[in-house]
Nanobody, 126 residues
Framework: QVQLVESGGELVQAGNSARLTCVSSDDTFSIHNMGWFRQAPGKEREFVAAIHWRGTNSYYADYVKGRFTISRDNAKNTVFLQMNSLKHEDTDVYHC???????????????????WGQGTQVTVSS
């Protein structure tokens, strides 16, 4: 069974940066799109960013464009989320996820992702 393990969540001041890391146990990692989502208690899961399996294209929610950058290292089965200019409203639990179908195009729909990490907490103090 594929496991995704996130790390890097922390308490940061508004305006500062944080970098999240997600390591996958999947030996087919390099042919699956990967995404980051966030979810607060009692709220629906929210798309943040996704990256094509080749790493050539990335997709962002409007509220993080220009501030967050998703990247991946297929040799290390790892996906990253660099978060700059953090705002208090970015406080959330961030989950990485694997797109179900290999060799696929971009998607923001969480229903198209079949494997999820346990999440890492990012808290931004104002």
């Amino acid at each position: 069974q594929v496991q995704l393990v996130e790390s890097g969540g922390e308490l940061v001041q508004a305006g500062n940066s944080a970098r999240l890391t997600c390591v996958s146990s999947d030996d087919t990692f390099s042919i699956h799109n990967m995404g980051w989502f966030r979810q607060a208690p009692g709220k629906e899961r929210e798309f943040v960013a996704a990256i094509h399996w080749r790493g050539t294209n990335s997709y962002y929610a409007d509220y993080v464009k220009g501030r967050f950058t998703i990247s991946r290292d297929n040799a290390k089965n790892t996906v990253f989320l660099q978060m700059n200019s953090l705002k208090h409203e970015d406080t959330d639990v961030y989950h990485c996820a694997r797109r179900r179908d290999p060799y696929s195009s971009g998607s923001e729909d969480p229903n198209k992702f079949d494997t999820w990490g346990q999440g890492t907490q990012v808290t931004v103090s104002s």
